[in-house]
């Protein structure tokens, strides 16, 4: 069985650029979160997809969006890069149960270098 | 706002060693709190879950406690070794109906010396 799977695992950007991440989530997963973790920090929430829609989102600017599939895999955008989107870029995955959040399952990362 | 707090920030321990790490947070109001381990440059592995109703949790050699209405919560490591070395990182889930969210401290860095 496959864990959470996110590409590519390495992307270097110039600033002003667009870029776009993918995750694939556990089998049997519907919920897709995004956490971004800079250098030396703990993650920090992003957003929330379940059922193609955003549910959940952090304190992060519009450059931000994301989208989920209806095979439940998701996209993470970034728009109009800046230096300080620089970090390595976290995807969990999770089931809802009768309503309540099952346990985030989180995949390798993508690490995003803005230069 | 959920805040996240760990202590220490960086530990250097002899194997053997046992140790403590500690996680605070400011609203206990959480659904459950997870510890993970994660190495240089890598994702994330989760190590122990406790759900909100729960006051402990052990796998292995490690154990982790939850005082729900004191906002703390400590993992225990016994008899360290120097695979051991990490960041073990505390976070805390908060759900509404809309989703969910983790809220993560930001960290203990830990060296375990042969």
């Known amino acids: 069985d496959a864990g959470v799977t996110q590409s590519p695992t390495h992307l270097i950007k110039t600033r002003g650029q667009q870029v776009t991440l993918r995750c694939s989530p556990k089998s049997g997963h519907d919920t897709v979160s995004w956490y971004q973790q800079a250098l030396g920090q703990g993650p920090q929430f992003i957003f929330q997809?379940?059922?193609?829609?955003?549910?959940q989102r952090g304190n992060f600017p519009d450059r931000f969006s994301g989208h989920q599939f209806p095979n439940y895999s998701s996209e993470l955008n970034v728009n109009a890069l800046l230096l300080g989107d620089s970090a390595l870029y976290l995807c969990?995955?999770?089931?809802?149960?009768?309503?309540?959040?099952?346990?985030?399952?989180f995949g390798p990362g993508t690490r995003l270098t803005v230069t | 706002k959920q805040e996240v707090t760990q202590i220490p920030a960086a530990l250097s321990v002899p194997e053997g060693e046992n140790l403590v790490l500690n996680c605070s947070f400011t609203?206990?109001?959480?659904?459950?709190l997870q510890w993970f381990r994660q190495d240089p440059g890598k994702g994330l592995t989760s190590l122990l879950l406790i759900q909100s109703s729960q006051r402990e949790q052990t796998s292995g050699r490690l154990n982790a406690s939850l005082d729900k209405s004191s906002g703390r919560s400590t993992l225990y490591i016994a008899a360290s070794q120097p695979g051991d070395s990490a960041t073990y990182l505390c976070?805390?889930?908060?759900?509404?109906?809309?989703?969910?969210?983790?809220?993560f401290g930001e960290g203990t860095q830990l060296t375990v010396n042969p």
């Open positions: 969990a995955s999770s089931r809802r149960l009768a309503g309540r959040p099952g346990e985030q399952y």
């Open positions: 997809y379940y059922e193609e829609e955003e549910r």
């Open positions: 609203d206990s109001a959480i659904y459950n």
């Open positions: 976070a805390v889930r908060s759900w509404g109906t809309s989703g969910s969210r983790l809220t």
